[in-house]
């Protein structure tokens, strides 16, 4: 079976933690949410440090939730969280969703949030989701479109972070404009597009508290971060250019006009 070909961009520096720690079922899945039952099998490909997991292990009491990760660091905390929740009813396994190591029609519901914009093999990805999906049963997904990303003021170091990003992702093997080629690539891995649903949703930060918050960890993402030694040893940016977009980030985060949103495709799949 394939096996994972790409570099995860962002790695599990303190600031990427920070803004995976803030997803939720609710910000992060809701049109996933209507379709939960309570005695569902749920596997949750690429569940970092485990706070969507939770939350879906919350929603389904009577069935059960796995989370599963590529990289083991990350499950300390992902366990961590799930036990300071109550939740008897959570597990959490490595794995690589190239070649899931699950049977044939294991799961109710197989969901992966931003995780196909940084693997080599989306396709393969969702033909492996699909074959661990019981008959019946749903996968779904949701990833950002870089490009579709819209911020106001304008900003030329902003524009050159947009570009650097895209540029290091796909130097990585990633597509982080995934968000609208999700229905594509679910076509081609064998879904009927009449079982597929598609939709959009997005992330969008305006307050005071929101522009600080989000401005200072891609600052600090933009310089520390596995993504800024990768940037650097590629030969993508200078430490020089990469402060430099850090400081954009900030001016961006002080600016009271400042407004940023971010485009999600999502996908629930019929099985």
Request: charged share 20%; glycine share 10%; with cysteine.
């Amino acid at each position: 079976m394939p096996q994972e070909s790409a570099v995860y961009t962002h790695g599990h520096h303190e600031s990427v933690l920070r803004s995976h720690t803030w997803r939720t079922a609710a910000n992060s899945a809701g049109y996933l949410l209507d379709a939960l039952r309570p005695d569902m099998q749920i596997l949750d490909i690429g569940c970092g440090p485990g706070t969507i997991t939770a939350d879906l292990a919350a929603l389904v009491p009577d069935g059960r939730v796995t989370g599963l990760e590529r990289a083991p660091e990350v499950l300390e905390q992902a366990r961590a969280t799930a036990a300071g929740r109550g939740l008897a009813n959570v597990g959490f396994a490595v794995g690589d969703v190239h070649a899931l190591d699950y049977p044939d029609d294991t799961f109710c519901v197989v969901h992966a949030h931003q995780v196909l914009q940084h693997v080599g093999d989306p396709v393969q990805a969702l033909r492996e989701m699909r074959r661990v999906t019981r008959p019946g049963g749903i996968v779904a997904v949701r990833d950002a479109d870089f490009s579709a990303m819209a911020w106001y003021p304008e900003s030329d170091g902003m524009t050159d972070w947009l570009r650097l990003y895209q540029r290091v992702a796909r130097a990585n093997g990633g597509e982080p404009d995934a968000g609208r080629r999700l229905h594509a690539w679910a076509r081609q891995a064998g879904f009927a597009p009449d079982a597929i649903t598609a939709t959009a949703g997005t992330w969008c930060y305006h307050t005071p508290q929101e522009r600080s918050w989000w401005s200072e960890l891609w600052a600090d993402r933009t310089v520390s971060s596995s993504y800024a030694r990768l940037a650097v040893d590629g030969g993508h940016a200078t430490p020089s250019e990469l402060d430099r977009i850090a400081q954009a980030w900030r001016a961006w985060g002080a600016d009271e006009d400042g407004w940023l949103a971010i485009l999600h495709g999502e996908l629930l799949c019929r099985v």
